[in-house]
């Protein structure tokens, strides 16, 4: 079973930079669709960035800004975020699928099987 545990969020000016960690047990997460999502309150949850071995999508909100990496050796990956502004404000999420092909243009949510417990990030003056 694989268990994946966020940290990393808090507080942040607008323009700041903050970097999310998932961190992952039960698998090494290779040939996985890894993912972030964020959900703020009263919208739905919405793609943010995933990655594959071999590629990785953004949504266009956070292109040029958000960037997502792994450490395969500490099985764990991330979400680099910079430039950050209120509209971010949000719970993120980081989730993984066996099923690769989940990561795809536009980050959907196709139904990834496991998730972290979310880690708040507010972007406030």
């Known amino acids: 079973q694989v268990q994946l545990v966020e940290s990393g969020g808090g507080l942040v000016q607008p323009g700041g930079s903050l970097r999310l960690a998932c961190a992952a047990s039960g698998s090494t997460l290779d040939h996985y669709a890894l993912a972030w999502f964020r959900q703020a309150p009263g919208k739905e949850r919405e793609g943010v960035a995933c990655?594959?071995?071999?590629?990785?999508y953004y949504a266009d909100s956070v292109k040029g800004r958000f960037t997502i990496s792994r450490d395969r050796a500490k099985r764990m990956f991330y979400l680099q975020m910079n430039s950050l502004q209120p509209e971010d404000t949000a719970g993120y999420y980081c989730?993984?699928?066996?099923?690769?092909?989940?990561?795809?243009?536009?980050?959907?949510?196709?139904?990834?099987?496991?998730w972290g417990q979310g880690t708040q990030v507010t972007v406030s003056p």
């Open positions: 989730a993984a699928d066996i099923r690769y092909y989940y990561c795809r243009v536009d980050v959907p949510d196709l139904g990834y099987d496991y």
């Open positions: 990655m594959t071995d071999s590629t990785s």
